[in-house]
C-alpha cells in the first residue's frame, strides 16, 4: 500500500543552520507529494506541494523537490529561524484532487536562539 | 472567509459513552475530511466526503465509528462506546476540490476517554 517515511525527530539546530529533514514514500503510479507543519497550539497547514516528477514546491524558505528515481520528497531550508519551530510532516495523495492524504509520522524540529 | 471550525475543542468522556463531534468546512468546499492524530498512530485517515458520492470510509478502525454529512456542508463523527484508545485529536479538513490539492485544516477535538 502507499505509505511515508519520514526522519525520525526530534531535531534540534541553532539559528541560521542549514535544515534538512528526510521524506521517502511508497506509491504506486504518480502521487502528489506535500509538506504540512503544526505549529505550537495551532492547526495543520500546508507548507507546500508538487504533483509531478522534477516539480520543486518552494514557500517561506523551504523547498522540496519530488524525485522519482529515489521516491523522496526531502524537506530543506538554507537558514532556520526561531520561528521554524514546529511539527513537519510529509504526506502524499493519489488520484484525484479530491483524496485522502496520507501522512508520515511527524518530525518535530525546535530551533536554538 | 472563515475557516474550518469544530466543536467541542475538548471533550472528556466516560469510557462505553457514545460521543459527537462536529466540522464546519469552508462554506462552498464540497470535499470534507476526518483524520486522527494519536501518540501511538500518527495521523490516519478515517473518512471523506465528496459532493453527493458515496463516502470513502476505507480508514475507520471498527464499526464503533461512523460519519454523515448533512446537506453537503456540516459533518458529525460519532464514536460509540468509546475506549480509552479512541483517546486522540480528532482533526476535520475540507478542500474545494476541482484541481486544488489544498486541504484547510481546522484545530481539532481533543477526545479523552477516562
Known amino acids: 500500500g502507499n505509505s511515508v517515511t519520514q526522519m525520525e525527530g526530534p531535531v534540534t539546530l541553532s539559528e541560521e543552520a542549514f535544515l534538512t529533514i528526510n521524506c521517502t514514500y511508497t506509491?504506486?503510479?504518480?502521487?502528489?507529494l506535500f509538506w504540512y507543519v503544526q505549529y505550537p497550539g495551532e492547526g495543520l497547514q500546508l507548507l507546500l506541494k508538487?504533483?509531478?516528477?522534477?516539480d520543486k514546491g518552494s514557500n517561506k524558505g523551504f523547498e522540496a523537490t519530488y524525485r522519482k528515481e529515489t521516491t523522496s520528497f526531502h524537506l530543506e531550508k538554507g537558514s532556520v529561524q526561531v520561528s521554524d519551530s514546529a511539527v513537519y510532516f510529509c504526506?502524499?495523495?493519489?488520484?484525484?484532487?479530491?483524496?485522502?492524504?496520507?501522512f508520515g509520522s511527524g518530525t518535530r524540529l525546535s530551533i536554538r536562539p | 472567509g472563515a475557516g474550518v471550525s469544530q466543536s467541542p475543542s475538548n471533550k472528556v468522556t466516560e469510557k462505553g459513552k457514545d460521543v459527537e463531534l462536529r466540522c464546519d468546512p469552508i462554506?462552498?468546499?464540497?470535499?470534507l475530511y476526518w483524520y486522527r492524530q494519536s501518540l501511538g498512530q500518527g495521523l490516519e485517515f478515517l473518512i471523506y466526503?465528496?459532493?453527493?458520492?458515496?463516502?470513502?470510509k476505507s480508514g475507520l478502525p471498527s464499526d464503533r465509528f461512523s460519519a454523515e454529512r448533512t446537506g453537503g456542508s456540516v459533518s458529525t463523527l460519532t464514536i460509540q462506546r468509546t475506549q480509552q484508545e479512541d483517546s486522540a485529536v480528532y482533526l476535520c479538513?475540507?478542500?474545494?476540490?476541482?484541481?486544488?490539492?489544498?486541504?484547510?485544516f481546522g484545530p481539532g477535538t481533543r477526545l479523552t476517554v477516562t
Open positions: 479538513a475540507s478542500s474545494s476540490g476541482g484541481s486544488s490539492y489544498e486541504q484547510y
Open positions: 504526506a502524499l495523495s493519489k488520484g484525484s484532487s479530491a483524496s485522502k492524504i496520507i
Open positions: 462554506s462552498g468546499h464540497t470535499a
Open positions: 466526503f465528496q459532493g453527493n458520492s458515496a463516502p470513502d
Open positions: 506509491a504506486t503510479g504518480y502521487p502528489s
Open positions: 508538487a504533483t509531478k516528477a522534477d
